[in-house]
Each structure stands twice: as structure tokens, then as C-alpha cells.
T-cell receptor
Framework: DAGVIQSPRHEVTEMGQEVTLRCKPI?????LFWYRQTMMRGLELLIY????????DSGMPEDRFSAKMPNASFSTLKIQPSEPRDSAVYFC?????????????????FGEGSWLTVV | KQEVTQIPAALSVPEGENLVLNCSFT??????LQWFRQDPGKGLTSLLL?????REQTSGRLNASLDKSSGRSTLYIAASQPGDSATYLC?????????????FGKGTKLSVIP
């Protein structure tokens, strides 16, 4: 199993530009999560999907952020326009309530993150 | 607001020492609690998951305990090794409607000195 795959791993962009982060969850997982990690605030849930449907987007900071999951194997997080305060590591994670493979059932698997710097 | 707190923020110990990391949470109505490890520049790896009905879980040199009534969990690492150096985060999944999200502490950065 390839795990959760995120791209790009690193991105540096200028303020005002559009940023698109991509995620491929683990095959068969029906939950997908987008988290943001900063030194000040730690890990924060932005949005999560169940069976490709957004369930809770209350963590999305503002209208500049949007997320989509057009199918079970792909999701995007878009920031438009980007601002310096958006600089953070963005993690995608996936899980399944019916995953009995792990040592601990329905645990969550994280990608390695997309490191975003907005200058 | 549900909060998860980890103290200390950083810990440095000599190799071979046993150590305990602490996690506290404000609401005892939890579904489960997980401990994760994060290496620099990497994502999070799940170490142990304790269901609300359990009191502890063990994996190798790691033992996690859960005391819901006091809102506390500990991660015990036996015979620490330099390879254990990482940031350890605990996360709580609360019970109730719309409760699939995890609430994370900010982590304890562990350094094991050879």
C-alpha cells in the first residue's frame, strides 16, 4: 500500500497567487481529512469528507479556502488568493471505519504534508 | 471548547532512561485517544490507539494508559533510544454527533541523548 500521497511536497509562492494542494488517499478508505499545522496553533482540522461528500468544513479559515473531492481517489485544497499567514504545513489523511488491517482499527493515516510558504 | 494539552513541550533524556509523556483533555466524553509520532519533515504515524472502554494499550517498548475520569493519558517509553527522538502528539476523538474529527495536542518534542 502506497499510503496517502500528497503533492507538491514544497511550494513557495507570492502573495495573491492561487495555490492548489493535491491528495490521493489510501485505496478503500472512505474518510479524507485536510489538516493544517503551524507552530502557534498546532494541528487544526480544516475539512473532512465521507464518501466524497464534505461533512464538516467549519475549520476552513475563510472563503479564500476551498476543498473538493471529485472521486474516491483524489482531493484538492485550494487557496485563492494566498496570503503570508497561510504559510504552514498542510496534511491530508485518510481512514476507514471498516479498516481492520491496522493494529488498531480505524486508525488514521497521514501523508507527508505539503510545506507552503507564501512570501 | 474541547482542548488537549501536552506538557512538557520539550523533553531531553539520556539514552536508556524510562520516560513518561503526558496528555490531558477537558471533556471525558471521548470515543478514543491516539498517540502519534512525528519526525521532522514528515507526517504523523499512529503508535497506539486506546478505545474509551480500555485502560491501556501496549506495543513493544510503548505503553499508553487512559484515565477518562481525570481526563489524562500517559505514554510510557521504556529503555529510550536515540531513534525515539521525535515529536509525540496525542489526539482525542470525542463522542457525539459529527465527532469524527480528532483534536490534537501541540506535542512533546523528545530528544534522547546517546
Amino acid at each position: 500500500d502506497a499510503g496517502v500521497i500528497q503533492s507538491p511536497r514544497h511550494e513557495v509562492t507570492e502573495m495573491g497567487q492561487e495555490v492548489t494542494l493535491r491528495c490521493k488517499p489510501i485505496s478503500g478508505h472512505d474518510y479524507l481529512f485536510w489538516y493544517r499545522q503551524t507552530m502557534m496553533r498546532g494541528l487544526e482540522l480544516l475539512i473532512y469528507f465521507n464518501n466524497n461528500v464534505p461533512i464538516d468544513d467549519s475549520g476552513m479559515p475563510e472563503d479564500r479556502f476551498s476543498a473538493k473531492m471529485p472521486n474516491a481517489s483524489f482531493s484538492t485544497l485550494k487557496i485563492q488568493p494566498s496570503e503570508p499567514r497561510d504559510s504552514a504545513v498542510y496534511f491530508c489523511a485518510s481512514s476507514s471505519e471498516h479498516d481492520n488491517r491496522a493494529p488498531f482499527g480505524n486508525t488514521i493515516y497521514f501523508g507527508e504534508g505539503s510545506w507552503l510558504t507564501v512570501v | 471548547k474541547q482542548e488537549v494539552t501536552q506538557i512538557p513541550a520539550a523533553l531531553s533524556v539520556p539514552e536508556g532512561e524510562n520516560l513518561v509523556l503526558n496528555c490531558s483533555f477537558t471533556d471525558s466524553a471521548i470515543y478514543n485517544l491516539q498517540w502519534f509520532r512525528q519526525d521532522p519533515g514528515k507526517g504523523l504515524t499512529s503508535l497506539l490507539l486506546i478505545q474509551s472502554s480500555q485502560r491501556e494499550q501496549t506495543s513493544g517498548r510503548l505503553n499508553a494508559s487512559l484515565d477518562k475520569s481525570s481526563g489524562r493519558s500517559t505514554l510510557y517509553i521504556a529503555a529510550s533510544q536515540p531513534g525515539d527522538s521525535a515529536t509525540y502528539l496525542c489526539a482525542v476523538r470525542y463522542s457525539g454527533a459529527g465527532s469524527y474529527q480528532l483534536t490534537f495536542g501541540k506535542g512533546t518534542k523528545l530528544s534522547v541523548i546517546p
